[in-house]
């Protein structure tokens, strides 16, 4: 079985500060891993993934996710937000060598909100 | 970059109605799936689709929903009595190009998703 925890439910930062996501795993195996986003009324946009290459990966709009298996986390960081940053991000756990088939489970979501 | 269209954006419809929700998957992709996500609740699984059959189905999905590829490029999911309960946001998306079809890990791709309010 896998499930994912998103610790925190809404962040709030200041625009020109750094972001924090954070999200945990549970699996039995070593998983695939993706962040998405979601701004609103949009559909869910893929920023990054981990799939047992380099352990830190970089995404789109200067997003990165260290994955970190002692720890068992998956979190997302960017160095300063952007106001346009602003959205929910959705953590994303995924069997291993899944082939082209993803049986993806989806973590609760955290609302990003940059001040200006 | 090719995407995943759904439409309608927004459908509303009479509890016991039938509705239709048209999705087009990206064209070389293999692997396609319904998602749904109930206001302030997860995402989550409905049912996926491969080589024009149903591959995994949830709970969720009942015999009030069915899905079909009627042609090379539509995915549609039918609910065929609709309850209030079935208002959702609702998600298709698709995965695993076929001209690089490996044991990889071929991320899901989303459309915008079709809001239904069933009233």
């Known amino acids: 079985a896998q499930s994912v925890t998103q610790l925190d439910s809404h962040v709030s930062v200041s625009e020109g500060t750094p972001v924090l996501l954070r999200c945990n795993y549970s699996s039995s195996y070593s998983p695939s891993l993706f962040w998405y986003v979601q701004h609103p009324n949009k559909g869910l946009q893929l920023l990054l993934k981990y799939t047992s290459a380099a352990t830190l990966v970089k995404g789109i709009n200067g997003f990165e996710a260290e994955f970190k298996k002692s720890e068992t986390s998956f979190h997302l960081t960017k160095p300063s937000a952007h106001m346009s940053d602003a959205a929910e991000y959705f953590c994303v756990v995924s069997p291993p060598n899944s082939g082209g088939y993803q049986k993806v489970t989806f973590g609760t979501g955290t609302k990003l909100q940059v001040i200006p | 970059e090719p995407e995943v269209t759904q439409t309608p954006s927004h459908q509303v419809t009479q509890m016991g109605q039938e509705v239709i929700l048209r999705c087009v998957p990206i064209?070389?992709?293999?692997?396609f799936y319904w998602y749904r996500q109930i206001l302030g609740q997860k995402v989550e699984f409905l049912v996926s689709?491969?080589?024009?059959?149903?591959?995994?189905k949830s709970e969720i999905f009942d015999d009030q929903f069915s899905v079909e590829r009627p042609d090379g490029s539509n995915f549609t999911l039918k609910i065929r009595s609709t309850k209030l309960e079935d208002s959702a946001m609702y998600f298709c998306?698709?995965?695993?190009?076929?001209?690089?079809?490996?044991?990889?890990?071929?991320?899901?791709?989303f459309g915008n998703g079709t809001r239904l309010t069933v009233t």
């Open positions: 689709f491969y080589n024009n059959e149903i591959s995994e």
């Open positions: 064209s070389n992709h293999l692997y």
């Open positions: 998306a698709s995965s695993a190009e076929l001209e690089t079809f490996t044991w990889y890990n071929s991320p899901l791709h």
